[in-house]
């Protein structure tokens, strides 16, 4: 762990916004002390504390690529592995393009939902829609915003920071936001604008943005492509509030699976020096069922041999299957005994049921959003299942654990 590292991290992230440790404090649940410790190198974030350096990367509106930086300068492991700065192809290049077709069939209102479960951002590999952005619809014409993630923003600056990530200056309110936007409309350009972590902010605020965005893309017809990124949040949002016109009216996508090609790709970017035997990244992908946490803990693993053994075949799984996120992600759902029950029952079952647009049931979506389970299969035959039996072999592992202790 390197303290002066991530003191510089969060002191440059922090005065880019101008966030100051009271406010840091209060939005993710420390002192104002601990706060400043952590900015003047004299200790870093507790491991147990990982949720409050998630919470402190969401207030200063850091990307997955910084965000993955502080959590390694603070010794933790990457909130988005599969996400590093590396140089090469494009991955998940398919899903991309089926992203910007779908927007431009979309008539009369090019709006679409990009969900993603857990570990893979919101959205994933942003930078490379982005680079697709500008390359379809020219670099000037492409917007991101990344809206404001505390919940106590006045008007004036939820609207100012908007308004500086689209390059307008002078912004006051909401209602300059909407002119300065208009008037780009109103010249004739068509504009592609990325909302990165839609749901962030207040309710207030997001009925807000999310009217002016469904303002302009009704009179600006076909003029305002919108993609807008999220995960369970988001999902509640279109689904179970039902109050955001905006999101009525918008198309759904699910972010891909991970696919043999795409985990290839991925592991000759991270190092393209090394060549990895296409079966042992087979085996890999079956093991970890796409699950991009435990793909990247594996391919890390993997990377010292040339191809698996039955020794190391066995190796790698008991490796994955004691993955920190893994736990983090089931002990919450194991707190009672009736919840670790219900949990057994369903470790035990091969089929969940039914997949549907929303789960009403709070546990599944859980386990849904956390990534543990996935669906398989199209239209009526779409169903719940487990992401892969090392997952299920984890949550027995969490089960025994709570009852030995």
Not at 28 to 38: H, Q
Not at 72 to 79: I, N, R, T
Not at 166 to 195: H, K, M, P, Q
Not at 365 to 389: K, P
């Amino acid at each position: 762990m390197d303290t002066d590292a991530f003191s510089q991290l969060l002191t440059l992230y922090m005065r880019r916004i101008r966030a100051s440790a009271s406010g840091v404090a209060t939005e993710i649940g420390l002192s104002r002390e601990a706060v400043n410790n952590w900015r003047n190198g004299l200790s870093l974030p507790n491991p147990k504390s990982r949720d409050k350096l998630i919470a402190c990367a969401r207030y200063l509106r850091l990307t997955e690529l910084e965000t993955n930086r502080l959590f390694s300068a603070a010794g933790f492991e990457p909130e988005f592995p599969l996400q590093a700065e590396t140089t090469g192809g494009v991955p998940f290049a398919p899903c991309i393009d089926a992203l910007f077709e779908q927007l431009r069939r979309l008539t009369p209102y090019p709006i679409v939902l990009l969900l993603s479960q857990a570990h893979w951002g919101q959205p994933p590999f942003r930078q490379e829609l982005l680079a697709r952005a500008r390359a379809l619809y020219g670099e000037p014409s492409v917007l991101h915003i990344q809206p404001p993630y505390s919940a106590s923003t006045a008007s004036s600056d939820y609207f100012a920071a908007i308004g500086r990530q689209c390059g307008f200056a002078d912004i006051t309110s909401d209602y300059d936001f909407e002119a300065a936007l208009e008037r780009r409309l109103l010249a004739g350009e068509r504009l592609f604008c990325l909302v990165s972590r839609f749901e962030q902010g207040t309710p207030q605020l997001r009925e807000m943005l999310a009217g002016i965005l469904r303002s302009l893309s009704e009179m600006h017809c076909g003029r305002l492509h919108l993609l807008l990124c999220g995960g369970e949040a988001l999902a509640d949002l279109k689904y179970r509030s039902g109050d955001l016109s905006l999101l009525n009216i918008a198309q759904v996508s699910h972010w891909s699976e991970l696919t043999l090609a795409d985990l290839t790709l991925l592991a000759q970017r991270r190092w393209p020096e090394r060549r990895f035997d296409q079966a042992m990244l087979g085996e890999l992908l079956e093991s970890c069922g796409g699950h991009p946490a435990l793909a990247e803990e594996g391919l890390e693993w993997l990377v010292q041999f040339a191809a698996l053994t039955p020794d190391s075949r066995q190796a790698l799984h008991d490796l994955l299957s004691r993955s920190a996120r893994l736990w983090q992600a089931f002990l919450p759902l194991a707190d009672t005994d009736s919840s670790r029950e219900r949990l057994r029952l369903r470790l035990d079952a091969l089929d969940l049921g039914r997949a549907s647009p929303y789960l009403a049931d709070g546990e599944l979506r859980r386990l849904f959003w956390n990534n543990l389970i996935t669906i398989r299969g199209q239209g009526d035959s779409a169903r719940l299942v487990w992401r892969c039996e090392i997952i299920r072999q984890t949550g027995r592992q969490v089960l025994d654990a709570c009852v030995e202790g």
